[in-house]
């Protein structure tokens, strides 16, 4: 069965910068669009970045020039680099995972949460 961990989360203060890993198992991530979400208290949970399966990414405006995502398939992990943090950054953060064949695949890791704070 598949599964997704994330880990990496934390307290970090302002202008920090903290790198999130996604591990799957069970499969191989080399067929699935990737994304980070993230959930703030008493907020929707909202998409803050996609990879695709070629690599291609987009971010959400928030985030742009300060989070990457990338993705290592040989490792089956997808990290996401988060510099210049920011205090409403905080939130879990939530690894995706979909895959379009018959019907939509999609998987959600447990979250890990990061809190930006001095």
């Known amino acids: 069965q598949l599964q997704l961990v994330e880990s990496g989360g934390g307290l970090v203060q302002p202008g920090g910068s903290l790198r999130l890993s996604c591990a799957m198992s069970?499969?191989?991530?080399?067929?699935?669009?990737m994304e980070w979400y993230r959930q703030a208290p008493g907020k929707q949970r909202e998409l803050v970045a996609h990879i695709t399966v070629g690599g291609n990414t987009n971010y959400a405006d928030s985030v742009k020039g300060r989070f990457t995502i990338s993705r290592d398939n040989a490792k089956n992990t997808v990290p996401l680099q988060m510099n210049s943090l920011k205090p409403e950054d905080t939130a879990i953060y939530y690894c995706n995972a979909k895959y379009m064949g018959a019907r939509l695949f999609e998987y959600w890791g447990q979250g890990t949460q990061v809190t930006v704070s001095s």
């Open positions: 069970g499969d191989s991530l080399s067929i699935y669009v």
